[in-house]
């Protein structure tokens, strides 16, 4: 039986490249996170373009109504979220919060399993497992909502494991 000894120095290259690919799926989510929350903030203030193909719909008619509140709502958890991963990848410091600290990866890995629910979806109206499939926003759940919502989960779960 013959014993592998790994030197420091290969060790050291392997904790700089796991720490560079937290940092890389970190940044990619945060990016695409914040476009996520300036288009929430625009639908928020009034604006149409796009929020249409953006809400589920069934014989026509829409199954949710987001309102102007709810959908800053949604522009504010997806900022706070990017906080989190801010923490976790070293990016944003405080002083009573550290990126390693538990309750930062607990929740970095809750976010990221929320993203993957969100890619399966209620098997209804969302996600890849949905029943009603002929609407424009099931079409485009199916080629981008939900692909999107896995590769954050990915890009989360990464970020969490560091």
Avoid: N
């Amino acid at each position: 039986m013959a014993f592998v000894f790994t030197s420091a120095a290969a060790l050291s290259a392997r904790e700089a490249a796991r720490k560079d690919a937290t940092m890389i799926a970190g940044a990619s989510a945060i990016g695409i996170l914040l476009l996520l929350a300036a288009v929430h903030v625009y639908w928020a203030a009034g604006g149409k373009a796009g929020k249409a193909a953006a809400v589920p719909t069934a014989e026509g008619r829409a199954v949710i109504g987001p309102s102007a509140l709810g959908t800053a709502m949604v522009a504010a958890g997806l900022c706070l979220i990017v906080a989190i991963l801010a923490l976790r990848i070293g990016w944003l410091k405080l002083p009573v919060i550290a990126g390693d600290y538990i309750l930062v990866q607990i929740a970095a890995w809750l976010i990221a399993a929320v993203f993957a629910l969100r890619a399966i979806g209620d098997f209804r109206y969302i996600g890849f497992f949905k029943r009603i499939r002929d609407t424009r926003f099931a079409r485009l759940d199916t080629l981008a909502y939900s692909p999107l919502c896995a590769v954050l989960a990915v890009l989360v779960g990464i970020a969490a494991s560091r």
